[in-house]
T-cell receptor
Framework: RKEVEQDPGPFNVPEGATVAFNCTYS??????FFWYRQDCRKEPKLLMS???SGNEDGRFTAQLNRASQYISLLIRDSKLSDSATYLC???????????FGKGTTLSVSS | EPEVTQTPSHQVTQMGQEVILRCVPI?????FYWYRQILGQKVEFLVS??????SEKSEIFDDQFSVERPDGSNFTLKIRSTKLEDSAMYFC????WGQGNTDTQYFGPGTRLTVL
């Protein structure tokens, strides 16, 4: 079973659309959760950490369901600049390593 | 804004040769990491380093790999005898504390290694 699974997409949406990405993780000992963004051939950049109570940062909302081992990211009012690959990332409580999903590709068009 | 830097941006080498990839982590960070990403694949953890020793490593990080902090600023990854399958983008990262949701790993721009 893959450690972090994501729907690879691509998700093709028009500007202004709302889009949701889902992710599941297999290690129940995972303690830290993140969404990173990766542009083509660039380094991953932190988009937001994901907290148990859910959290929001502008147009981005992240949710965590520990019982289901499920993480989500909602992007409202999509912009052209949101086009990228979104990486679901977890880290176990005992470790330092980030475990990445393969990513979900988003393409926002005008 | 402080950033992680890496050199070179692209390294081409012959199979069997040794390569050293270099990184300058963010200056007040204590944890350093190497990851790799084979083209079209996910980002994979290689190793983490704290207080001048390896704190965690993956199965990928075998005896062909080594890491070093030769001075107060640089952090290097050495591959002793490169194989074709070592061709990938290698990312260095650094963070302040190593754990927790508030500990952010900042990634450098990567070194693209091509083994011929």
């Amino acid at each position: 079973r893959k450690e972090v699974e994501q729907d690879p997409g691509p998700f093709n949406v028009p500007e202004g659309a709302t889009v949701a990405f889902n992710c599941t993780y297999s290690n129940s000992a995972s303690q830290s959760f993140f969404w990173y963004r990766q542009d083509c051939r660039k380094e991953p950049k932190l988009l937001m950490s994901v907290y148990s109570s859910g959290n929001e940062d502008g147009r981005f909302t992240a949710q965590l369901n520990r019982a289901s081992q499920y993480i989500s990211l909602l992007i409202r009012d999509s912009k052209l600049s949101d086009s990228a690959t979104y990486l679901c990332v977890v880290r176990s409580g005992a470790g330092t390593a980030l475990i990445f999903g393969k990513g979900t590709t988003l393409s926002v068009s005008s | 804004e402080p950033e992680v830097t890496q050199t070179p941006s692209h390294q081409v080498t012959q199979m069997g040769q040794e390569v050293i990839l270099r990184c300058v982590p963010i200056s007040n960070h204590l944890y350093f990491y190497w990851y790799r990403q084979i083209l079209g694949q996910k980002v994979e953890f290689l190793v983490s380093f704290y207080n001048n020793e390896i704190s965690e490593k993956s199965e990928i990080f075998d005896d062909q790999f080594s890491v070093e902090r030769p001075d107060g600023s640089n952090f290097t990854l050495k591959i002793r005898s490169t194989k074709l399958e070592d061709s990938a983008m290698y990312f260095c990262a650094s963070s302040e504390w190593g754990q927790g949701n508030t500990d952010t790993q900042y990634f450098g721009p990567g070194t693209r290694l091509t083994v011929l």
